[in-house]
């Protein structure tokens, strides 16, 4: 992060659209969080890219990678690294850009930052000291295996990467088994077979499931079934290669049985007259007001 002349900031303050230069207007001090491909470079906004031109100070986690994005698109702006290996030296080094009046922008090798990347720390930091803090959104895999699996997508949970142990990715899942949402975990291509088969035991082998694979790439892949049909193809195809989002829909409502809704009736007799009774059943359980409120009689009848 050296300092440039004015003339020098401005003549690399650009990007190039087929061919055509567009030139990035100067931002404001903040740190901004910019969202980068996840495969396909097409897949970068011109608010992204007038922001990774016209930043002070670059910041990534693998210049080589960044590198590749910037020369796509002409920007001549310099990438600094920072990530989990060089935190304790280069965080403080962007929080004295930020306190300079700098606009710092940071971005992961793809995707959304903050998102399983070392990013959340700066982040942290820098909203601590009273820095803006400016989110620039796009790519994101776990959102783009979320349309594209199929699965329920009105309520979900993203977990990250599981445990690498067999017992502790077990126990892990098992605290997500009853939630009423789709899961989403990132997932390595040698060890997805063995999580399938964890989720297959932990979660119940009917539900349902998709791999994603090399998402917006030449290679994009998604895999749907129940855990186990996906778990018996993965043991059969070990040699699995790729970046892997794992989506895994949400438990299925199991029917009440007789005897839940002769608990449910007769507890709610209790506080609520028979209509009232009959109307919050019939709500809780899916089953017509009018059987249960004739089942309610019949429970009263027959205890007198």
Do not use: W
């Amino acid at each position: 992060m050296t300092e440039e002349t004015t003339a020098e900031t401005g003549a690399r303050r650009g990007f190039r659209l087929h061919n055509i230069a567009v030139p990035a207007r100067p931002l404001e001090p903040a740190l901004y969080l910019v969202a980068t491909p996840i495969g396909n470079l097409g897949d970068i906004t011109l608010r992204a890219l007038e922001t990774l031109a016209g930043a002070d100070v670059l910041a990534c986690e693998d210049t080589r990678v960044t590198r590749v994005l910037l020369d796509r698109y002409g920007i001549q702006n310099r990438p600094f690294a920072y990530h989990e290996h060089n935190a304790d030296e280069a965080g403080p080094r962007l929080l004295q850009a930020l306190e300079a009046g700098k606009s710092v922008a940071l971005v992961s090798d793809a995707g959304t930052p903050l998102v399983s990347d070392p990013g959340y720390r700066l982040a942290q930091q820098a909203i601590e000291a009273g820095y803006r803090v400016i989110p620039i959104p796009g790519a994101s895999a776990p959102l783009a295996a979320l349309v594209g699996s199929g699965l329920p997508n009105d309520a979900f949970l993203f977990a990250g990467f599981l445990p690498t142990k067999d017992k502790a990715r077990r126990d892990r899942l098992a605290e997500f088994a009853n939630a009423p949402a789709t899961l989403i975990f990132f997932e390595s291509p040698h060890r997805i077979g063995a999580t399938l088969l964890a989720a297959a035991d932990v979660l119940g082998a009917e539900r349902e499931a998709s791999v994603c694979r090399e998402l917006t790439k030449t290679y994009e892949e998604f895999r749907r079934g129940t855990l186990s049909e996906l778990a018996t193809y993965y043991e059969e195809h070990d040699n699995v290669k790729g970046e892997i989002v794992l989506v895994i829909g949400p438990p299925k409502d199991e029917p009440a049985t007789a005897a839940d809704v002769d608990a449910i009736l007769a507890d709610l007799s209790k506080s609520l007259p028979t209509a009232g009774a009959a109307t919050e059943a019939a709500r809780l359980t899916g089953l017509p007001r009018k059987v249960l409120y004739q089942k309610l009689l019949d429970m009263k009848a027959a205890n007198g």
